[in-house]
């Protein structure tokens, strides 16, 4: 008898041993699920051109992309902030095609400046009162615990204040930090620093990070110590620059404690704008 049970357990053992894992399994809607193995090559060769097909649409869709943000980045560095204000009023989706392509670019740069201005606002005060000129996503108020006016050309944000940057709502003498960052763009740059100078307090700082090329005589930039000094009769003094990054360059100024009475014309050097190549 136990040698008649042996003998079955054996024969259902076979049985459960030689059932094929790659066989067709039923689903609940009466069809097979058939695994890789069983495709046919001309279903493998389907897929691979699916997926052909979907890459090369991605790339032509980068592409495009990439010529808008090219096409907007040439515009915001020939035309006037009022200018660019007015653009953006009448084509605000634009503004978020220009972020994307920007971010993009940001991604091969081996650091990006918003991150040592973040990390400076960190080493000082939280009570220091910033204003972020030409915000973009806003990311230093959200990096901070200082109290941040983000500014840029449209809010896309509760927290950000659409404005040209050369006319803020904010009010004269109440702020502490005044932070550029790779945001004086257009042709009348000077009169966004003028509208830094106005809001900031006597002693406040104005931080700059520019692109370095911009700031590069040998390839048709301006001449870093002429930009400098024209910002430095306009009320500000230098306390460091910082040319050390391959990208960028980084000033640090502060707003004189006493202003010069008498009204002079400043000299303010052309910054060379930053138009990629069409490809």
Request: with cysteine.
């Amino acid at each position: 008898m136990k040698e008649q049970n042996r003998s079955r357990k054996r024969k259902r053992g076979k049985v459960h041993k030689n059932s094929s894992p790659s066989s067709s399994t039923p689903t609940g809607d009466g069809h097979s699920k058939l695994s890789g193995v069983n495709q046919s090559p001309a279903s493998k060769n389907a897929i691979s051109k699916t997926k052909k097909a979907s890459s090369f649409l991605d790339k032509m869709k980068a592409r495009l992309s990439g010529g808008h943000f090219r096409m907007l980045n040439e515009k915001l560095y020939t035309c006037s902030g009022d200018e660019a204000l007015n653009y953006f009023k009448e084509n605000p989706d634009l503004f978020n095609v220009y972020h994307a392509g920007y971010q993009e670019q940001m991604l091969h740069w081996p650091e990006q400046p918003v991150n040592i201005i973040t990390k400076w606002l960190k080493d000082h005060s939280p009570s220091l009162v910033v204003a972020d000129f030409g915000c973009g996503d806003g990311r230093l108020a959200r990096s901070v615990k200082n109290e941040v006016w983000s500014l840029d050309l449209v809010a896309n944000d509760p927290s950000v204040i659409a404005c040209d940057m050369s006319n803020t709502p904010l009010l004269s003498l109440s702020v502490d930090v005044a932070v550029f960052c790779l945001s004086l763009m257009g042709t009348d740059y000077p009169s966004y620093i003028q509208e830094a100078h106005r809001v900031l307090k006597p002693r406040g700082w104005l931080l700059i990070a520019e692109v370095k090329s911009r700031l590069d005589p040998n390839t048709g930039g301006a001449d870093p110590n002429k930009f400098l000094k024209a910002i430095c009769e306009l009320g500000f003094t230098t306390e460091s620059k910082d040319f050390s990054n391959k990208m960028f360059a980084l000033f640090y100024l502060k707003k004189k404690e006493k202003q010069n009475s008498v009204d002079k014309e400043i000299n303010w050097p052309e910054l060379k704008p930053c138009i990629y190549k069409r490809r």
